[in-house]
């Protein structure tokens, strides 16, 4: 009985240490790590968007952090609700990914989530909130995530409100850029780490 009862406790605190390992505590969600751990296995027919809310740090200087966690908790609510998803997941803080796991029209499905949004306010706490997002989107590559996400921080440079759907011929040399410039940095931090500046 001892033995049952040490094994019951193990296989309990390993299945609360996957579960951690695998879901964002606030709202429950999965997280990035998961979402890593999908596209691994085949993501070749995926369509993923990438959305972040904006100006949320404002929100939370505003309103606080305890308004901003109610506010996060009723946007992954509406994410998992609203859009036909396979799966819902939070990136970081004001962060998420919606998962198709086949091909989907990402521009209508944006401009709906888009149309839902401007359409509807958050109740909390007898406050009326309206809430925008830009959005990152991108189908069947082989690095979803990282160009789903590489997709978002385009819309944010073209302004609020704003999605940018990921088009290997153009946004590719932006990757590239990237790549110079983490060489280059590292370059330059090894010479002053090795005083050769």
Do not use: P, W
Not at 61 to 72: P, S, T, V
Not at 97 to 102: G, H, R, S
Not at 176 to 186: C, L
């Amino acid at each position: 009985l001892a033995i049952f009862s040490d094994l019951t406790e193990l296989k309990k605190a390993q299945q609360e240490a996957n579960y951690l390992a695998y879901h964002d505590q606030l709202t429950k969600l999965e997280n990035k790590s998961k979402l890593a751990a999908t596209l691994s296995n085949n993501a070749s027919n995926y369509s993923l968007i990438h959305l972040d809310i904006n100006n949320f740090n404002y929100i939370n200087i505003a309103y606080g952090f305890e308004f901003g966690d109610k506010l996060l908790k009723q946007i992954s609510k509406t994410l998992l609700e609203e859009f036909d998803t396979d799966d819902v997941f939070r990136i970081n803080s004001d962060e998420f990914a919606l998962l198709y796991k086949k091909k989907v029209d990402l521009e209508e499905m944006i401009r709906k989530i888009q149309k839902y949004f401007y359409d509807n306010s958050f109740h909390i706490d007898d406050i009326l909130l309206n809430v925008s997002l830009n959005y990152g989107a991108c189908r069947c590559t082989s690095n979803i995530l990282e160009d789903a996400s590489l997709s978002l921080k385009i819309s944010k440079e073209l302004g609020k409100n704003r999605y940018h759907i990921f088009d290997a011929k153009t946004d590719i040399l932006k990757k590239d850029d990237r790549n110079k410039f983490i060489t280059a940095n590292r370059l330059i931090l090894d010479a002053l780490d090795e005083d050769m500046i």
